[in-house]
């Protein structure tokens, strides 16, 4: 029978933190750079599957390459942890072969936005029954430093050692004109929000998009002299305004300017799956059989 959380004296309440029953305990402790905020977004996530009772039975984690890829690894529940940029793609797979599975992607924002970026735009624009999580910390951060699509402009990295002179990309902004229905960006130091934006987006349909700031003590901050993680979530703090349902277009992010958080877009439209059985009903009337259902 399945069970939202399984109940041993190993997973419980009253005697530990109630994080480490969703932790893969033999494979701590974790590669992730003291200051390094993914554990933190790890830790909303495991808050969000408790407050939405998410059956980990019919929860699947998928991520690609990078620091954010390894989440899926640390995780105890049925993860993919897939080649690099190809998440999306795969978690789509999972989803149309078993609707049933409510599907995350949790990767960072090299992995989704730069060689995974074509598969971003398209199963927003399709409207994927997923959740992505990206964890945003502004450069590669397991192979290098090197420049990204969100690096901001004027930063330093390994490729572009006199400052990065390319335009970023504004995620929620490009989530939006996707298609995605649901768009909220959070900082690791907003955690109750940042959990709770994970915990709706477990619980609606749709592609759901969350960006996640988090520091990079190693090789971001260190690389253009911003101090240490500490110090980045201070910036968090002082820098952040809370502005739900701004005008995407506005979000853009510099390199030490405001940073503008909150839930920006929040609408339905039917999913791929949705629209395809609408779709294939009409065109085949009496002999349609909707995909996605048991029909014995």
Same mark, same amino acid.
């Given at each position: 029978?399945?069970t939202?959380?399984?109940?041993?004296?190993?997973?419980? $309440?009253?005697?530990?933190?109630? @994080?480490?029953? $969703?932790?893969? !305990?033999?494979?701590?402790?974790? =590669?992730?750079?003291?200051?390094?905020?993914i554990?933190?977004?790890?830790n909303?996530?495991?808050?969000?599957? =408790?407050?939405?009772?998410?059956?980990?039975?019919? %929860?699947?984690i998928?991520?690609?390459?990078?620091? &954010?890829?390894?989440?899926?690894?640390?995780?105890?529940?049925?993860s $993919?942890?897939?080649t690099?940029?190809?998440?999306?793609?795969?978690? &789509?797979?999972?989803?149309?072969?078993?609707?049933?599975?409510?599907? @995350?992607?949790?990767?960072?924002?090299g992995? #989704?936005?730069?060689?995974?970026?074509?598969? #971003?735009?398209? /199963?927003?624009?399709?409207?994927?029954?997923?959740?992505?999580?990206?964890?945003?910390? +502004? &450069? +590669?951060?397991?192979? *290098?430093?090197?420049? /990204?699509?969100?690096?901001?402009?004027g930063?330093?990295?390994?490729?572009?050692?006199?400052g990065?002179?390319?335009?970023s990309?504004?995620l929620?902004?490009?989530?939006d004109a996707? *298609?995605?229905?649901y768009?909220? !960006?959070?900082t690791?130091?907003?955690?109750?929000? #940042?959990?709770?934006?994970?915990?709706?987006? %477990?619980?609606?349909?749709?592609?759901?998009? =969350?960006?996640? #700031?988090s520091?990079?003590?190693? %090789?971001f901050?260190?690389?253009?002299r911003?101090?240490? *993680?500490?110090?980045e979530?201070?910036? +968090?703090?002082?820098?952040?305004?809370?502005?739900?349902?701004?005008?995407?277009?506005?979000?853009?992010?510099?390199?030490?300017g405001p940073?503008v958080?909150?839930?920006f877009?929040?609408?339905?439209?039917?999913?791929?799956?949705? /629209?395809?059985?609408?779709l294939?009903?009409?065109?085949l009337?009496?002999?349609?059989?909707?995909?996605g259902?048991?029909?014995?």
């Amino acid at each position: 029978m399945s069970t939202a959380f399984p109940q041993d004296s190993s997973r419980d $309440f009253d005697t530990e933190n109630p @994080v480490m029953r $969703f932790l893969r !305990r033999e494979r701590i402790p974790h =590669i992730w750079c003291p200051g390094c905020g993914i554990g933190t977004t790890v830790n909303c996530f495991t808050r969000a599957l =408790i407050e939405a009772k998410t059956d980990l039975d019919q %929860l699947a984690i998928v991520s690609g390459i990078g620091c &954010t890829g390894r989440v899926a690894g640390y995780l105890n529940v049925d993860s $993919f942890h897939t080649t690099h940029g190809r998440a999306i793609p795969f978690a &789509t797979g999972l989803k149309l072969g078993n609707p049933k599975l409510k599907v @995350v992607v949790y990767s960072g924002d090299g992995d #989704l936005t730069a060689i995974g970026g074509n598969h #971003l735009v398209h /199963a927003a624009r399709r409207n994927m029954d997923l959740m992505v999580i990206c964890v945003n910390n +502004y &450069t +590669y951060g397991m192979t *290098g430093g090197q420049v /990204a699509p969100t690096t901001p402009g004027g930063a330093t990295q390994t490729t572009m050692p006199y400052g990065n002179f390319e335009p970023s990309f504004n995620l929620p902004f490009l989530a939006d004109a996707c *298609g995605a229905t649901y768009v909220a !960006r959070w900082t690791v130091y907003h955690v109750r929000q #940042l959990a709770k934006a994970m915990r709706d987006g %477990l619980q609606r349909k749709g592609f759901v998009f =969350i960006e996640a #700031l988090s520091p990079c003590p190693t %090789l971001f901050l260190r690389r253009n002299r911003l101090g240490d *993680g500490v110090d980045e979530v201070k910036y +968090y703090k002082e820098k952040s305004v809370i502005k739900h349902g701004a005008d995407t277009k506005d979000l853009g992010l510099s390199l030490r300017g405001p940073v503008v958080v909150g839930k920006f877009v929040d609408r339905e439209r039917p999913t791929w799956l949705e /629209a395809r059985n609408e779709l294939h009903a009409k065109v085949l009337g009496d002999k349609f059989r909707p995909y996605g259902v048991n029909h014995g």
